[in-house]
């Protein structure tokens, strides 16, 4: 691989293009290991320093991410989600652009906990569906999503009707589907809980994401979502009142 050593831009910077030009042709697929620091040398006849410095500006862009003890990998596309819209990972538009897909992970039935009695306005023992799902872009774990749905609307739900038709559409059936939805999003780490779900370090950013659904005035969620932050763009549309 050629680079110039008499131009004016920085080696770093050439070898830095170089990558990212094989990079978006799809020389290497999203999460695919890339060469060792040394094979990268050698191809590029330049030092380590210099190949250090591109491979540090593709993970500041995005393009490549590290593991420790592993390597250095291919960043998936990055996940956009358009935040006026009725949320995310519905099942349509994203699912068709990114493959999206859940899994059920965990499905019990119990007295609500505080927090979801405080959201989903439950008093004394009332009883709510817990279904727990990772959400998968192209293969790849970006998300886990727990929802709350108290059982008086919809007692005979089950594990199986949600893991066939999805949530909503398991809802729908019941009357259910909501309809509009409260939200909010905070910066984290990703906990120690769900690094692992995540395939994600102890240092990776994620968003804790906070949904209460409706169905016109009727709560019938409450969802707690942990995000990768490296996989997902959040956009606003905003205008003047």
């Known amino acids: 691989m050629q680079i110039n050593s008499q131009s004016d831009i920085p080696l770093y910077k050439q070898v830095s293009q170089i990558l990212l030009e094989q990079i978006n042709s799809g020389e290497w697929k ?4 890339m060469p060792p620091e040394p094979v990268l040398c050698n191809e590029f006849n330049v030092s380590r320093i210099t190949i250090r410095l591109a491979l540090n500006e593709l993970v500041r862009k995005g393009k490549i991410y590290r593991r420790q003890g592993k390597g250095t990998f291919v960043s998936p596309p990055l996940i956009d989600q358009q935040l006026s819209y009725f ?16 899994v059920i992970i965990d499905w019990k039935q119990g007295p609500a906990d505080e927090e979801q009695k405080e959201n989903l306005k439950l008093i ?6 817990v279904v727990t799902r990772i959400i998968y872009a192209n293969d ?21 009707e949600i893991a066939a038709n999805g ?34 370090s102890n240092t990776t950013p994620g968003f804790k ?13 409450f969802c707690r979502s942990c995000v990768n932050g490296k996989l997902i763009k959040y956009n606003v549309t905003l205008g003047e009142n």
């Open 30 to 33: 999203a999460n695919e290991k």
């Open 87 to 102: 949320y995310l990972f519905n099942g349509k538009t994203d699912a068709n652009s990114n493959n999206m897909k859940k």
């Open 124 to 129: 004394g023992d009332e009883e709510v569906f």
């Open 140 to 160: 790849v774990p970006f998300a886990v999503e727990e929802s709350s749905i108290p059982v008086k609307l919809c007692p005979e739900l089950t594990e199986n």
């Open 167 to 200: 949530l909503y559409n398991s809802l729908d059936a019941y009357g259910v589907r909501p309809n509009r939805a409260n939200e909010s999003l905070e910066a984290i780490i990703i906990p120690r809980d769900y690094q692992s779900l995540l395939n994600e």
């Open 209 to 221: 994401v906070m949904r209460t659904s409706y169905r016109n005035d009727m709560l019938v969620e």
